[in-house]
């Protein structure tokens, strides 16, 4: 168990430092820390960046051809963003192309309130994605405001929030500093160049360091822990105000009280992890220690203003993944080049007109399904080919056993009726990617499949049903059972371009669909 928990803190411990740069603390004239806030805090901007990732793989393994295939697709990918236009914190807009081996798929993306629009060369209409309006559409309407509110306010409070992390984390052994004319967006500028870079052999020193200085910095884990209250007591309170608790209200209002008891209890942990580091990290088990090495490397340049803003990056990432344990892949590298003007200037974020209708990611009618987004796709288009061809993703495999335990099948078990298997047709239809709506007044139930097209209407009682319009014999009628429409597996899943296989031995239905 210490071996898993040491796996997986680690690969969270080298994420965080590649965020956090990992060398917070002044180097020559530059402050590392102040660099970092102040690109956080920037209001509006303009910019463009190019990311690219690179697999390599491994020699010694023998890929399956399916994994062979995709590898093949995906060994370099790149995401160019010409043009990003930073208007507030949020309000927000970018343009740019996703490219893969067979093609690029250009793309613009808005952000405006914590919603955003996207727009894909290839989707009929724009995709829209809102910011949880689903999820709290039932919630009363004053706890509503607040979490509207709450993704407001945690944009604004992030540069309150990272001084803790600035402040006390330690610079790697690799950093220097020296001042450098560079051009960004065809201006020539006069700027400090900060060279990093950060090696797995150096990881748990850094992190060591890291608590060690939080541990010691009172009044700056106070400060973090009282922006976090002022940012979350508001919702928690408005959450709770029905609930008496003797326990939890006193802290909900009482700041300082709060913040005294969180500092209290977060101090004796961070002693407690102090404590146990070492011979924690001697219990370290292989996997761990492959992670702890100069395989696994950050290296950053960064050019900063006079105002501490960082107008130009380029960022390399590199990972090598312990011997066998990547299903046939070796290495990754990830390279980034970034730069950006216009800082704090008033900028106007691009729009997508939405007037011909949109997309719902997660509207009223549900989550939208791979099936139902690849529908929505023009066929001839490099998106529907990434998809649907590439991917796979309205690939189905359903199993369903036939006489499993009816208290474990929440409404999903199929049944033998003479020879003919019988299906739950809502759970098949929706499994599928595809709508159902049941008429009660006619008995009927409608299906449509948005990837095909097909029309399937099955009525219970009839041996018949119609598919596009035309009719068709059942081997079993329709039936209702505990208000479960079943109905016989071909007719649905065969209506729905689906293949239906049966195994004999374990008495399963297969339901397939490429």
């Known amino acids: 168990m210490r071996t898993k ?3 997986t803190m680690l690969s969270l411990v080298l994420v965080g430092i590649l965020i956090l740069l990992a060398g917070c603390q002044s180097v020559g004239n530059v402050d590392v820390g102040k660099a970092m806030a102040g690109s956080l805090a920037v209001k509006s ?14 020699p010694a393994v023998t890929m399956s051809p399916e994994g062979k295939r995709v590898f093949d697709l995906f060994s370099k990918v790149k995401i160019d963003i010409t043009e990003m236009k930073m208007q507030d914190q949020l309000h927000g807009s970018m343009k740019g192309e996703f490219e893969y081996q067979k093609g690029r798929v250009p793309f613009e993306l808005v952000m405006s309130d914590m919603n955003y629009t996207l727009k894909i ?3 009929k209409k724009p995709i829209m994605i809102r910011n949880s309006e689903t999820a709290a559409a039932e919630l009363p309407k004053e706890l509503q405001e607040q979490l509207q509110q709450l993704s407001k306010k945690a944009v604004e409070v992030v540069p309150s929030l990272t001084p803790l992390f600035t402040r006390n984390f330690p610079n790697p052994s690799k950093i220097t500093a020296a001042d450098v004319n560079e051009t960004v967006n065809g201006e020539a500028l006069t700027l400090q160049k900060v060279h990093a870079e950060i090696y797995g052999n150096e990881l748990l ?8 200085n939080v541990l010691a910095d009172d009044q700056g884990l106070k400060d973090f822990i009282g922006v976090l209250y002022d940012l979350y007591v508001p919702i928690l309170k408005e959450a709770t105000k029905e609930i008496e608790n003797d326990t939890i209200t006193p802290y909900l209002s009482n700041k300082a009280l709060a913040v005294e008891f969180i500092h209290t209890f977060l101090k004796t942990h961070l002693e407690q992890m102090l404590k146990d580091f070492d011979a924690s990290v001697n219990e370290m088990g292989p996997e761990a220690k492959a992670w702890l090495s100069d395989n696994q490397s950050l290296k950053m340049d960064l050019y900063v203003d ?29 390279t980034s080049v970034y730069e950006v003007w216009n800082v704090n200037k008033p900028v106007q974020a691009a729009t997508i007109d939405t007037a011909g209708g949109v997309i719902e990611m997660n509207g009223a009618d549900g989550r939208l399904t791979a099936g139902k987004f690849v529908a929505s796709l023009d066929p001839n288009s490099q998106l529907y080919k990434l998809l649907k061809d590439d991917l796979g993703v309205t690939k189905k495999n359903i199993s369903m056993i036939v006489g499993e335990d009816k208290e474990m099948s929440f409404g999903t078990l199929p049944y033998n009726d003479n020879g003919t298997i019988m299906v739950p047709a809502r759970f098949v239809v929706e499994e599928l990617d595809a709508d159902v709506k049941w008429d ?18 099955l009525t219970i009682g009839s041996d018949e049903a119609t598919v596009n319009g035309k009719t068709v014999k059942l081997e079993k009628p329709a039936v209702l059972v505990e208000g479960v429409t079943y109905v016989p597996v071909r007719v649905v899943s065969e209506g729905l371009g689906a293949k239906v296989g049966w195994e004999q031995a374990t008495q399963t239905v297969k339901i397939t669909r490429d």
């Open 5 to 7: 928990r040491w796996n």
């Open 45 to 58: 901007s303009e910019g463009k960046q190019t990311v690219t990732l690179e697999l390599t793989p491994d």
């Open 121 to 123: 060369e290839g989707a």
């Open 205 to 212: 020193g850094l992190v060591k360091g890291f608590l060690t």
């Open 306 to 334: 006079k105002d501490y803003v960082t107008r130009k990056s380029n960022t390399e990432i590199g990972f090598t993944l312990p011997q066998g344990k990547g299903d046939g892949l070796k290495s990754v590298k990830i």
């Open 440 to 457: 009660a007044a006619t008995k009927q139930v409608k299906v449509t499949d948005p990837l095909n097209g097909t029309a399937l209407v």
